[in-house]
């Protein structure tokens, strides 16, 4: 399937991005996840988009874009993207680009949650530093403080999770990426999913709203 995940920061994107991607059996793309690990290998894509990413900006377009589809091209038939498209221009290229390569987006499925809400989550979140999933100290501590249940690594607070940054990241979803809703609800793609609740339960939610997607598996 190829479906693309929206939400604002700490609406659980990544958490479901990565149960959603081993439910369908999809490849999981993930932005955010591309600069980090640029930016901890010191390449120079990571020295471009790290102090964009240090202060709660949008990395430019043209670079996210160039990233993005070299990554899509190697794997052609199926993903979800967590973290893609953040502005109009984006999701303009994105159609653009699929059109292409007669393979269209099937969905958009939006996580919807009050800002307070997301506040909250951000500050409790913690990231493994070898696989990036990620955790929250007060709704799903990892089994062991400190240690990812799946890989051992060494969890972490993302630099971009401090509350100042937080709030400017909020800024800018409103700003940019929330008019993507109306730009995939026009195009009928857009399923939207409440955010607010357990995991499971959200997994539950989001699985349901992609049932009339075809070639789910
Ligand atoms: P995320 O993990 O998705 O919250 O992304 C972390 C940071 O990476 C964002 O705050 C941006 O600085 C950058 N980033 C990730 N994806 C994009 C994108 N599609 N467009 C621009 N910047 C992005």
């Known amino acids: 399937m190829r479906i693309v995940l929206l939400g604002p920061p700490g609406a659980g994107k990544g958490t479901q991005a990565h149960r959603l991607a081993d439910y369908f059996d999809s490849r999981l793309i993930s932005t955010g996840d591309m600069f980090r690990r640029n930016v901890r290998q010191e390449t120079s894509l990571g020295l471009k988009a790290k102090s964009y990413m240090d202060s709660g900006e949008l990395v430019p377009d043209d670079v996210v874009i160039d990233m993005l589809f070299s990554e899509l091209d190697k794997s ?67 089994r062991i403080e400190g240690v990812c249940d799946a890989c051992g690594g060494e969890l972490e607070r993302r630099s971009d999770d401090e509350p100042e940054t937080v709030r400017h990241r909020l800024e800018v979803y409103w700003r940019d990426t929330a008019p993507l809703v109306e730009f995939y609800r026009d195009r009928g793609l857009l399923r939207e999913v409440d955010a607010v609740g357990e995991v499971e339960e959200v997994t539950r939610r989001a699985i349901g709203a992609l049932d009339d997607v075809p070639d789910r598996t």
């Open 76 to 142: 052609p038939n199926g993903w979800l993207l967590d973290g893609f498209p953040r502005t109009l221009a984006q999701a303009e290229a994105l159609e653009r680009g699929l059109e292409e390569r007669g393979r269209p987006l099937q969905a958009a499925l939006q996580f919807v949650i009050p800002d307070e809400a997301t506040i909250a989550r951000l500050a409790g979140r913690r990231v493994c530093r070898r696989c990036q999933r990620t955790y929250n100290v007060e709704v799903k501590p990892p």
